[in-house]
């Protein structure tokens, strides 16, 4: 444990917090134990060390820049190279006697299953989603039930997740308001915690599909109550305009990147800087990638059904549910309208079944 | 004191990256790998681990030896082919497009020489023992490994001094780069725990670099793992 990387990975999670990579021991493993995947940021790690108390496993943490699965696999900082890596050079091939790894499939975006097969010999196969779930599935003899295999985002992870990528904006915010006018300094903690949890709370309600429509909308009705007013009394002593301004700003902070926080809803930010033309900040990429391509309707995610060989690897890995079988067992596009864009069954499939077809 | 951190900004630019790392390094790497050069003999076989823009491993086939030169990098590898057509030494530089972890496949004992610059601090500590580990194992009974990388210094105001360098352009290079690299420590150990004799270490940059020269022993001693 270590409290300065704890309270980083915690609060500062737009940052990496790396921890090394190699082989961590959870419980009393041994030779048939089995072997599960993660990334190397911090708080992940940590995480499951404390999930998994009572299991006896191998935790074969792989590169990822010190980033969560999700969005390194997304970035491509974690991927099939990070596995493959980890696999041989962590030293867990004279640990175990089998050769299977158990990949989170969050991952998928960046890990193929079938290269890191092909380049170590190891066979993989996807485990549930959460953390909470592995000892469950585990138990079940690796069988992972529905809800494993899908991302959710409740109200904890809603918190976690907004919290962990927000802090510092809010932080920074803060420390101007302390610095320039600190007699407001209150009022803005007071909105700030306010506004959080009403849209953090309530986000899966507020209508609009994307971040910023629901927060659009809040803002509609701030601005409502602003021009209301002027004429209706307020109370003298306190700054009701400024708060309600102050409100606005911070649905916004809050709200505009939403989809980028959870795994269930599509990044707003990325198609909004590609729409701009912007290709790229350093290595983050935005104009030109499939994924920001397919959210802003460049191209279209595109089935070949007579390629694919139904082997369900798509069906698999989509956090989300898009991909479904028919009542022939033959895989199809179900729920295209909820696709992400995290491209994970375009990175499974080896039959070039799925393809992200020019619009 | 000087830090080459900041080479992972100029990687995404493979056609300038040479000349733009000369320039900030006013002309060290340069010098280090004229080093390496000169201790190569014509008409050896050289494995270049992390081959980056096929600079070192064209000076090598100038010098007369052939080259079996690979990067993790597919831009990088790109632009390595497109030098050695420039120059004519396709026949004589193999450029291969591969990561470290992939040194499994090729054959042991098959090279005179294993040469890196700046790349073992590119890679995990895992991932640096496996590289150490199978340069050893494709070189040849008295072939040698020389590596050129940024190492931590030996005492402790050099390692600060090191520190106040680094950090600021470490910042810069990740905010923009997301990316970063990590000083080697006990190299010289490391290579003597693989079962080879440490030649020469040679330290520049404010004892912040070493360009190390390890040979395998003619009667291959156990190597440990």
Redesign the interface.
């Known amino acids: 444990m270590n409290p300065f990387k704890a309270v980083w990975g915690l609060l500062f999670r737009l940052f990496p917090c790396p921890i090394q990579t190699g082989v961590v021991r959870i419980g009393n493993p041994g030779p048939d134990s089995p072997v599960l995947v993660t990334c190397n940021f911090y708080t992940t790690v940590r995480r499951l060390i404390r999930t998994l108390k009572g299991v006896d496993a191998w935790l074969l943490v792989a590169e990822s820049k010190g980033v969560n699965v999700w969005c390194a696999a997304c970035g491509n900082e974690f991927n099939t190279r990070s596995v493959v890596s980890a696999i041989k050079t962590s030293g867990i091939e004279d640990k175990v006697t089998h050769r299977t790894v158990i990949l989170p499939p969050l991952g998928a975006a960046g890990i193929s299953a079938a290269e890191v097969k092909d380049q170590t010999g190891w066979h993989t196969r996807w485990g549930p989603v959460r953390a909470k779930d592995i000892p469950a599935y585990l138990a079940a003899h690796r069988k992972r039930t529905e809800p494993m295999k899908r991302a959710t985002y409740t109200l904890g992870e809603r918190l976690d997740t907004a919290l962990g990528s927000m802090f510092p904006f809010y932080f920074f915010v803060a420390l101007g308001f302390l610095v320039f006018a600190p007699h407001l300094l209150g009022y803005f903690v007071g909105t700030l915690v306010a506004t959080f949890l009403v849209f953090i709370g309530l986000c899966p309600w507020i209508p609009g599909k994307h971040g910023w429509q629901k927060v659009l909308l809040l803002d509609a009705l701030l601005g409502l109550a602003l021009a209301a007013t002027s004429v209706w009394p307020v109370p003298a002593d306190i700054p009701v305009r400024t708060i309600l301004v102050m409100a606005m700003v911070l649905f916004a902070l809050h709200g505009g990147e939403l989809g980028g926080l959870s795994s269930i809803w599509a990044s707003d930010f990325d198609p909004f800087m590609a729409r701009l033309g912007l290709r790229s900040i350093g290595n983050t990429r935005f104009a030109g990638t499939t994924r920001t391509d397919l959210l802003i309707g460049a191209r279209v995610l595109t089935h070949y059904p007579e390629k694919c060989s139904s082997c369900a690897e798509c069906i698999n890995v989509c956090p989300i549910g898009v991909w479904d079988r028919n009542e022939h067992k033959k895989t199809f596009l179900a729920h295209r309208e909820a696709c992400t864009a995290c491209c994970a069954c375009l990175k499974q499939c080896t039959e070039d079944a799925i393809e992200a077809l020019a619009a | 004191m000087f830090s080459y951190v900041f080479m992972k900004l100029l990687e995404?630019r493979p056609e300038s990256y040479d000349r733009r790392v000369e320039r900030v390094s006013g002309g060290h790497i340069r010098a280090i790998k004229e080093q390496i050069v000169d201790a190569i003999d014509p008409g050896t076989h050289v494995l270049e681990v992390g081959c980056g823009t096929g600079e070192l491993a064209t000076m090598i086939a100038a010098r007369g030896a052939t080259v079996l030169a690979f990067d993790?990098s597919e831009k990088m590898v790109a632009e390595a082919r497109d030098r050695m057509a420039r120059e004519g030494l396709e026949e004589k530089v193999t450029v291969q497009s591969m990561?470290v972890?992939?040194m499994?496949r090729l054959d042991a004992a098959s090279f005179d020489a294993v040469v890196a610059t700046l790349v073992l601090s590119e890679l995990?500590?895992?991932?640096e023992?496996?590289a150490l580990r199978h340069a050893v194992r494709v070189l040849r009974p008295g072939g040698r490994l020389l590596l050129a990388d940024e190492v931590v210094p030996r005492t402790t105001g050099r390692r600060l001094a090191y520190q106040a360098v680094r950090l600021p352009v470490l910042a810069v290079t990740?905010?923009?780069?997301?990316?970063s690299t990590r000083p080697l420590e006990n190299l010289p150990e490391t290579l003597r725990h693989l079962g080879l004799e440490v030649l020469q270490e040679e330290r520049s940059l404010g004892d912040a670099f070493a360009l190390v020269v390890a040979r395998k022993p003619q009667q291959d001693k156990e190597v440990e793992a």
């Open positions: 995404g993790a990561a972890t992939a499994d995990t500590r895992d991932e023992r496996y990740y905010l923009v780069s997301t990316s």
